[in-house]
């Protein structure tokens, strides 16, 4: 039986997992793993500037492609501290990625000694396993038993924590005879996808909400198939946007509180009937759920069971993966159809269709500063369908959601339930790496930038192009708006008059400058006119020079977007509707008035 360390045993299960790519800061207690990792060969490293941007670079790394699990690294005490954020954003949206830990020898680790924490017990409640392995031995099993886990029902993180001495000691280990364990998906039955089928059939005016887990099963197609046969609009949630193409003629537009269209909303509060596939019913885009649940029937279809009547009550749920449950509905809708025992949707999707036409938003404004819908617009322009969005939080993310277009799934990559400021640079480099080949365009305000923007680096360092939009107003806009029930405007103000760029006026932090520190390229616009030109250069740049090349925006201080503080039929639109065609131009359909 071939010998070796505990530590090259797991390198070499990571390879027979899959892992190509792995992001981390080395440290001493982890030091033994690394060495491991040079010894084998076959994973590329990335070395963050920071342990929490290497978890953030390994979500985005996951999130981009059906099948990826991404790994970050780092050593004892503080890096596992630094890790938790980006373990509770991974858990929050259902993404695997696996965090090792180094930890001092296990002699001591009753002792307070240096760096020595119990990182399983703090990670405990934001992974699916949270292990310190005493005992080399079990090494092989533990991350053997990682993966199964990672990818087994509802998919989400581990951690595997190693001391110094059990990554050093030798045991017996054979790579070539490893084999991954097969995930465990729960699977809807015939009888089941019959009564889903049977109660939207029953129903006049159905939806269908897309959540995450349609992306995450890599079950778009699917989707699709069933929405087509049976005519069904089909409502994405912020995470399962993409799922369907915003310009199918069945997509009817997000629903929410924040990141949702006027005629998603107006479709939502007609319908009759819900399906929800591999969503949460998250309270941002269900809002008060006596309003949303009211006068319909709900079907939730979800990999974890006890997420089916966590938030309410459906009238039927079923415990199945989404890919397994599509592939069951369009078996079912296909043999119905063949009889001709499928309603006529027709009028109701197209009625759907008409709300797209007349309910939008205005976004050409030109004035000077901008107005961020200005922003959208010209993005729609420059950036074409081929592009994979990345951004985390704030106004720039809900108004993004609201002014951008999507039309492939995993083209808009977004920390869903956690929210962490600082996410976007790292998880964008993330992207960029497991998938060189698409444009990658990073979505910040100013202060999400700001938080890990010592990750540019990276991205100069290991050649990781993509284009990042800051849209900058010196303010934390979200909290500034959120501010507003309380009557008050209190720490929430960026703006200082800078001594090294008094060009900026009140806008603080020279991010061209800072940008081009840390080795990158930057572009600063100030004129509407001047946007688009911009953004192509910005991607010209990032193909010449490899690097990631931010295009700041400067934005007027203050702009209230859209959105309800209760409920989905009270939503607050703030500014200008479109009420001519030249309003929103970018709009997928023409404006209807």
Known sequence: MPRMTAARAAVEILKREGVAHAFGVPGAAINPFYAALKGAGGIAHILARHVEGASHMAEGYTRAAPGNIGVCIGTSGPAGTDMITGLYSAIGDSI??????GQAPTAVL??????????????GPVTKAATTVRTAAQVPGVFQQAFHLMRSGRPGPVLIDLPIDVQLTEIEFDPETYQPLPPYRPAATRAQAEKAVALLNAARRPLIVAGG??????????????????????VPTLMGWGALADDHELNAGMVGLQTSHRYGNATFLESDFVLGIGNRWANRHTGELGLYTRGRTFVHVDIEPTQIGRIFAPDYGIASDAKAALALFVEVARELDAVGELPDRSAWAAAAQERKAALQRRTHFDDVPIKPQRVYEEMNKAFGPDTRYVTAIGLSQIAGAQLLHVYRPRHWINCGQAGPLGWTVPAALGVATADPTAPVVGL????DFQFLLEELAVGAQHQIPYVHVLVNNAYLGLIRQAQRGLGIDFQVSLEFANINAPELGVYGVDHVRVAEGLGCKAIRVTAPERLRAAFEEAGRLAAEFRVPVIVEVILERVTNIAMSAGDIGGVNEFEEIATEPGHAPTAIKPLKV
Request: net charge negative; glycine share 6%.
């Open 96 to 101: 695997p990625i696996l965090c090792i830990t």
């Open 110 to 123: 009753h002792k307070e000694d240096f760096q020595a924490v119990d990182i399983a017990a703090i990670a």
């Open 213 to 234: 887990g349609v992306i995450n099963a890599d079950a778009a197609d699917l989707l699709a198939e069933f929405a087509e046969l049976t005519g069904t609009p089909v």
């Open 444 to 447: 910040s305000g100013d202060y």
